[in-house]
């Protein structure tokens, strides 16, 4: 069972943006770093972005830094991903998950449950 859920994909056309959230499921995210995955059809589960339990620091994945920006409410239980700019390559299954940031680099906990359905963005023209 998921302890998040993901909300807000779509279509949408090239240099386009969407705003995708990443809400409680059973258990309040205010205590965690959240961090966002997306995989793709044929491709592995890959990071993009992870925010600390209280917002002040933010880690990026090279191919979305600067277009995709994490922030998170936590009076509102809620982390966003911004999404600007998208590419059709951006097109994939978006996962959030509570995560560990050592050194900058985000793991998936393991205390989340499984991951969710995610939520489908689809960059197309």
């Known amino acids: 069972q998921a302890l998040v859920a993901e909300s807000g994909g779509g279509l949408v056309q090239p240099g386009g943006s969407l705003r995708l959230s990443c809400t409680p499921n059973?258990?309040?995210?205010?205590?965690?770093?959240v961090g966002w995955f997306r995989q793709a059809p044929g491709k592995e589960r890959e990071f993009v972005a992870a925010?600390?339990?209280?917002?002040?620091?933010?880690y990026y994945s090279d191919s979305v830094k600067g277009r995709f920006f994490i922030s998170r409410d936590n009076s509102k239980d809620v982390v966003t991903l911004q999404m600007d700019s998208l590419k059709p390559e951006d097109t994939a299954t978006y996962y959030c998950?509570?995560?560990?940031?050592?050194?900058?680099?985000?793991?998936?906990?393991?205390?989340?449950?499984?991951w969710g359905q995610g939520t489908q963005v689809t960059v197309s023209s």
């Open positions: 925010i600390n339990y209280n917002g002040a620091s933010t």
């Open positions: 998950m509570g995560v560990i940031v050592v050194s900058g680099t985000a793991t998936p906990r393991t205390d989340f449950g499984s």
């Open positions: 059973g258990r309040t995210l205010v205590s965690f770093a």
